[in-house]
């Protein structure tokens, strides 16, 4: 008999949870060693049990599964993680790949959707369906910065104000404004805090 898959479920729904490991329980690829109904009580079970794949729910009081996921991969880079969501918020599909998730499931898919996501993800592939493929290419598209864009992202990074930044670059401080507007738009950025703090996430600004 092939070894089975060893899955870490990581989910604050107890019925939810319960459920899924007793359906990947009854299917021999598998054996979830633990479950956690929170981000740091999952954290600490990963560390005692090294799964081979963890299921990790995206909505969680106090850390999020995407918070939850950063701090895993920053400890275990090649952590198998798939999210697994009754949301297809498309930030939060978005986020959650980029925090180098290996895959998004929905939990309205299928039991057969699921143990495939589970085995491609144990195999080093990538999980998401087409419709989700082609949502993360739009907003990629929508997201990108021009060149321009980068550069009063740097100045925004030195704490420069529109005047400031309209004189360094030549341009107006309409114009100015108007790029700083685009950039917390295109980052989903509340100020200009935020926007430079998303451009570090997003690999946009370095240390």
Known sequence: MPTPIRLLLIDDHAVMRAGLANMLNANTDFKVVAGADDAAT???????HKPDVTLLDVSM?????????????AEYP????LMLSSSDAEEDIVQALAAGACGYVSKSARPAELTA?????????????????SRIAEHASSSTLTSREIEVLHLLRKGMNNPDIGHLLGI????????????LQKLDAADRTEAVAR?????????
């Open 172 to 183: 107006t401080r309409r114009t100015a404004k108007a790029h700083v507007a685009a950039i």
């Open 42 to 48: 999952g954290l600490a079970l990963y560390r005692q």
């Open 78 to 81: 090649t952590a198998y993680v």
């Open 117 to 133: 996501a589970i085995h491609d993800a144990q195999a080093g592939k990538r999980v998401v369906s087409a419709a989700i493929e």
């Open 199 to 207: 451009a570090f996430e997003r690999g946009l600004l370095k240390v």
């Open 61 to 73: 009081p106090g850390m999020s599964g995407i918070e939850c996921l950063r701090a895993l991969r």
